[in-house]
């Protein structure tokens, strides 16, 4: 175990030895040897202004996941997505914290009026059995205001499972229909 530690421990140096000095502009003047003013540090790459979280962006990214699998508790394309790790992973490209709880984004953002639905808001369902009242599924809205209510998500359904797009009315996602939520 000692080894285990050790190794973990020149790994965290190596890597605080390449990435952790900061850079600067190697044209700069030189200062006066007195001078206190601190030289400004180049952002790390980590920490560059992310895309900019719009609705469209947000829409066209989870797009891209179409046909991952599903998976339960995943987060991400190379494990497959359950349904709050897909609303995760495509909010959290763009900086925009998503709990991995389905139970807890039903009080992320905002409510609005389904009717007033549009792309990327969060809706929330009910769970499966006819008698479940607490969310059990979610999913990110693609249609516009006044079109049938149209939302990406990660599916567990035995027929056609993992992300897809899928339409509120005239479905059991109806009946299930809890709230719309408005985060960006």
Known sequence: MRYIWMTFAGLVALLLVVFGRPHHEPDRQPRAQDSREELPVQPAVWERTPPKARPDSVVRFAMQQLGTNYCYAGNTPATGFDCSGFVQYVFSRFKVGMPHSTSLLISVGRSVERNQARPG???????????????????IVVSEPGQPLRFIHSSSARREPGVKISQVEGTDYERRFMDVRRVL
């Open 121 to 139: 808001d969060i809706v929330v369902f009910t769970g499966t059995a006819a008698t479940a009242t607490t969310p059990g599924h979610a999913g």
